[in-house]
């Protein structure tokens, strides 16, 4: 038995609703709940949260956009660096406020409009390039300085993606990494090019 015409399949079993092939389903279920963690477990990750701090962040002298270098007879503009640090969050503390940041990943955000190159400092790494798009990374740091808050948290940046476990149980945390954030995030990607785009976002947003 199918379910058809959009009708309400909350008196049907899920083999009726998958057309008497449930074990796919069901397969699929329980290879999810095998890599479910505790609470205590992602309670214990957060508790040592890791965040871009803008306290320790350095950055070339000249203003953005502003220096040039020579190529062939022309010049092209030469973005600065800024290097953010990456710190832990003490453990048990709990009391720093930051920013947890939403966006898009493999956006189609244009590199050449970012201010700054960002470079990422991990505890006793070398630095590396930071592979979220530096406009994102301008936009997050402009705002939590608009609200004078110094950490950020940015799961490309703070969860570590080569390392299996850190993700596993990070993604499962994520909503405690949210609701504890002073503040959260949401970058909108698309361009907001008329006045009708600006009124509806100002509604959604009241």
């Given at each position: 038995?199918?379910?058809?015409?959009?009708?309400?399949?909350?008196?049907?079993?899920?083999?009726?609703?998958?057309?008497?092939?449930?074990?796919?389903?069901?397969?699929?279920l329980?290879?999810?709940?095998?890599?479910?963690?505790?609470?205590?477990?992602?309670?214990?990750?957060?508790?040592?949260?890791?965040?871009l701090?803008l306290?320790?962040?350095?950055?070339d002298?000249e203003p953005p956009?502003?220096?040039?270098?020579?190529?062939?007879?022309?010049?092209?503009?030469?973005?600065?660096?800024?290097?953010?640090?990456?710190?832990?969050?003490?453990?048990?503390?709990?009391?720093?406020?930051?920013?947890?940041?939403?966006?898009?990943?493999?956006?189609?955000?244009?590199?050449?409009?970012?201010?700054?190159?960002y470079?990422?400092?991990?505890?006793?790494?070398?630095?590396?390039?930071?592979?979220?798009?530096?406009l994102c990374?301008?936009?997050?740091?402009?705002?939590?300085?608009?609200?004078?808050?110094?950490?950020?948290?940015?799961?490309?940046?703070?969860?570590?993606?080569?390392?299996?476990?850190?993700?596993?149980v990070?993604?499962?945390?994520?909503?405690?990494?949210?609701?504890?954030?002073s503040?959260?995030?949401?970058l909108?990607?698309?361009?907001?090019?008329?006045q009708?785009?600006l009124n509806?976002l100002?509604?959604?947003?009241?």
């Amino acid at each position: 038995m199918s379910l058809k015409d959009n009708k309400s399949d909350t008196g049907l079993t899920l083999s009726q609703i998958h057309g008497g092939k449930s074990s796919g389903l069901v397969n699929q279920l329980l290879a999810l709940q095998n890599h479910t963690i505790s609470r205590k477990q992602a309670e214990r990750w957060v508790s040592q949260l890791r965040f871009l701090s803008l306290s320790g962040m350095t950055e070339d002298d000249e203003p953005p956009r502003k220096r040039c270098r020579a190529t062939g007879d022309s010049e092209t503009p030469h973005i600065p660096v800024r290097r953010v640090p990456l710190t832990r969050r003490r453990e048990d503390s709990g009391t720093e406020r930051y920013i947890a940041l939403s966006w898009r990943w493999n956006d189609p955000l244009r590199q050449g409009t970012a201010a700054y190159e960002y470079y990422i400092q991990r505890p006793g790494k070398s630095p590396h390039r930071s592979t979220v798009p530096g406009l994102c990374l301008d936009r997050a740091i402009a705002f939590a300085q608009a609200y004078d808050i110094d950490l950020i948290w940015i799961d490309k940046e703070c969860i570590y993606q080569e390392e299996e476990e850190d993700k596993r149980v990070g993604i499962q945390a994520m909503d405690l990494v949210y609701s504890q954030s002073s503040l959260s995030l949401g970058l909108l990607s698309a361009t907001v090019e008329t006045q009708w785009q600006l009124n509806c976002l100002s509604k959604l947003l009241s």
